[in-house]
């Protein structure tokens, strides 16, 4: 429970701790509200609500900023409005220039895995897959849903759709969503970052994000704040193409969203030390009991296919604690074609490894004997150690529709294929992309060896579809940042970047800038260098937020002092990964400027069209570079997307461009 405390700790130091005295006393308002709420928590779950399909249930209903009265109204309306959104009018075959503005409602509230809903689901198997019961792994657990399902409804629409989506929250706390993949550069307020873009959603609140979705791919969203989305708070937003303009149209048949798989590692018990399982949509077998893989008493996921068809399936980590997984399909080779909703040029592989909010889009082709076979997911780092893995199962349609796979899941999941008959694919050794364990240490080889090479290799190995957005002979501007990790002298925790552990604002960045100017709330290590503070000293914990200068070119080299690796995480941005590789040695890590300037850290050229990501693993003892033009100004997170380690400070703001450049936004305080 160490996390949870940690967390109220720090959020009621910096609630009211830091700015005036008027604001002081908002806050003391604010704060006797709150706790009215939170006595509620355990009523706003599951009420009565009718479950149905009202008409008209695609127009908006509520105006954007209303009060639910949760304290009258839990019980009836809204709740009947859950569901998943199969059938909304948005799901369907893209066209060129035919957008259409699409109505979601998400309601978010505490719920049960194997809840009460559930308890016919001990007489009756079908039970289980009733609309109320959260099966999960078969271990009862509090968690946080949308629509009651977890993960929440994926949204599905088209590029330059208008996405309007009312989040109606039933939780006992304040919430926000990310809406991962998305740039919001003419909304920068709907980010979702907490006291960043905006003041969270408190209890009881409605709050309304409208944005339009101007670009394709495998997206999410999530819950911004604390551990949500560790229990649970996240979704897939999948966002297609025209076929004129998918540039991957012809190398598949289907896209279905069965075929969308969110991976996530998850908690019992609000026990944020440690994690427990593996669930691949949310479903997959219990660890607890020693019964094999291949008991019909687990409950896998299914994704059915036919033969002689080609199927693009879509991957979605929400990693939680550090747990990057491999990913791979028994007896299938899978052609990778997209990362974090960016074409990449297909790259035939026995899988890949996915760290937490990473999305790799593979083509399966249906090619095999039709039976079942497991998709595998098997876990590193922290999930190693628990020997975590999880299997759904691809059933070919012809094979036994409720049976499991004959062998385990985990077994050898580097095993050769069983199925193919050239002699010459079965010496070919195993080959996984994006482990950045095989990260090279000299990106200037991958121009006489790209990734279509049998070797295992990184992230960097990706090249885009596009060409790089910049002039050749571009000259960046040259950031340095590390990720790193210390004591505190209490025995706390601390995850840093910079050196720095985040303290949050208690005035919302963007919505109350003016009264920021004269930069007296932000650090950052040059500033605390400038007042003699020595941060890998003293323990330095403040807002940091790093400046960046709006439309210019900018290269950030992103180093990790720790012996574990980092998915870090860029919002407003898309970003070319340029360099990556491991040093291995502290004091080169610490000097990494003086590295550089002796040319240690080559970038890739232009001409390699270095792959798109927002997200990518941070090498332990390594780093990545990563360069973007800074187009849209605003201020944007950039941390590490380990839930834990976001939580205990591993999080710093980029504030890109001056308050001039950025939209106005109408001054607003609140806590
Ligand atoms: C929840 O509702 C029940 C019955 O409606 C009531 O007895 C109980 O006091 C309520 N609990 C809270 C925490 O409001
Ligand atoms: C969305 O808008 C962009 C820019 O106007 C355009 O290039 C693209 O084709 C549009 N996509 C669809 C599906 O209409
Ligand atoms: C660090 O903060 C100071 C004071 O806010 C600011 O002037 C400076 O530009 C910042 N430097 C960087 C690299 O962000
Ligand atoms: C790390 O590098 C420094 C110089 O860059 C060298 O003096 C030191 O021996 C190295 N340490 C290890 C463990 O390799
Ligand atoms: C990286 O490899 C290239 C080509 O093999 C070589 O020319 C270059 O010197 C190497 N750079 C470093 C820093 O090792
Ligand atoms: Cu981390």
Redesign the pocket.
């Known amino acids: 429970m160490i996390g949870s405390n940690w967390r109220r700790e720090r959020e009621s130091k910096s609630r009211c701790g830091f700015v005036s005295w008027l604001i002081f006393l908002l806050c003391l308002g604010f704060a006797n509200a709150q706790l009215e709420l939170n006595?509620?928590?355990?009523?706003v779950t599951l009420g009565g609500g009718k479950f149905g399909w009202p008409f008209g249930l695609w127009s908006p209903k509520h105006s954007p900023h209303q009060s639910l009265k949760l304290k009258d109204d839990y019980r009836d309306v809204d709740l009947a409005n859950y569901g998943d959104f199969e059938r909304h009018p948005c799901r369907r075959v893209c066209q060129q220039g035919q957008s259409q503005s699409c109505y979601y409602q998400l309601v978010v509230h505490n719920y049960r895995r194997l809840g009460p809903e559930c308890q016919r689901c001990q007489y009756d198997e079908r039970a289980c897959a009733g609309e109320r019961c959260i099966y999960g792994d078969g271990v009862p657990s509090p968690i946080m849903a949308v629509n009651r399902q977890v993960p929440g409804p994926p949204i599905e629409l088209c590029e330059n759709d208008t996405m309007i989506v009312d989040v109606l929250n039933y939780l006992g706390e304040a919430t926000t969503i990310h809406w991962h993949g998305i740039h919001m550069s003419r909304t920068p307020e709907l980010d979702g970052a907490p006291f960043v873009t905006q003041y969270p959603v408190q209890p009881g609140e409605v709050y309304r994000y409208e944005f339009k979705v101007d670009r394709s791919g495998s997206l999410w969203y999530h819950s911004h704040v604390g551990w949500q989305r560790g229990l649970g708070l996240a979704g897939n937003l999948i966002v297609r193409q025209s076929r004129q303009a998918n540039l991957h149209a012809q190398l598949y048949d289907y896209d279905l969203i069965e075929h969308a798989l969110m991976v996530q590692d998850i908690l019992y018990d609000y026990n944020f030390q440690q994690v427990r399982n593996i669930l691949i949509n949310g479903k997959g077998r219990n660890h607890l009991n020693q019964l094999p893989d291949t008991d019909n008493r687990h409950r896998y996921e299914r994704l059915r296919v036919t033969p002689g068809y080609r199927y693009r399936m879509r991957v979605i980590s929400n990693g939680v604690f550090n747990c990057p997984v491999e990913f791979s399909v028994e007896g299938h080779k899978l052609l990778i074609i997209s990362t974090d909703g960016n074409d990449i040029e297909p790259v035939l592989a026995d899988g890949f490894f996915l760290t937490s909010s990473e999305r790799f889009d593979f083509v399966l082709e249906a090619n095999q004997y039709a039976k079942n076979y497991w998709i595998r997911v098997r876990g590193f780092e922290d999930c190693a150690e628990r020997n975590l893995y999880q299997g759904a199962v691809l059933s070919y349609r012809g094979a036994a529709r409720t049976e499991l796979p004959v062998g385990p899941i985990a077994g050898n999941s580097r095993e050769r294929r069983q199925h193919t008959t050239e002699e010459e694919e079965e010496d070919e050794p195993p080959f996984f992309i994006n482990d950045c364990r095989f990260a090279p240490s000299n990106v200037s080889n991958l121009l006489q060896t790209p990734a279509e090479k049998d070797t295992n290799v990184g992230t960097v190995a990706l090249r885009s579809l596009e060409p790089v957005p910049w002039p050749r002979y571009t000259k960046f501007l040259t950031y340095y940042s590390s990720f790193g990790f210390r004591m505190a002298p209490n025995g706390e925790q601390l995850f840093q970047i910079d050196d720095i552990s985040y303290n949050p604002p208690t005035i919302s960045l963007l919505q109350g800038r003016q009264l920021y100017k004269d930069d007296t709330y932000f650090c950052n290590r040059s500033s605390l260098a400038a007042q003699g503070r020595n941060c890998e000293r003293e323990l330095c914990e403040c807002l940091n937020v790093i400046r960046l200068p709006a439309f210019r070119p900018i290269e950030m080299v992103i180093v990790n002092y720790m012996d574990q690796t980092h998915p870090l995480h860029i919002h407003g941005y898309t970003f070319r990964l340029v360099g990556q590789g491991v040093l291995g040695n502290l004091s080169d890590l610490r000097n990494v400027r003086e590295l550089d300037r002796r040319g240690r850290l080559p970038r890739l050229s232009d001409d390699f069209a270095a792959v798109a990501k927002d997200t990518v693993q941070l090498p332990a003892m390594g780093y990545v570079i990563v360069r973007f033009i800074t187009d849209n100004p605003g201020f944007w997170f950039y941390h590490c997307h380990i839930e834990s380690h976001a939580v205990q400070g591993m999080v710093a703001v980029l504030k890109v461009g001056e308050d001039y450049q950025m939209k106005r936004i109408p001054a607003r305080v609140r806590c």
Do not use: I, M, P
């Open positions: 006595d509620l928590e355990s009523n």
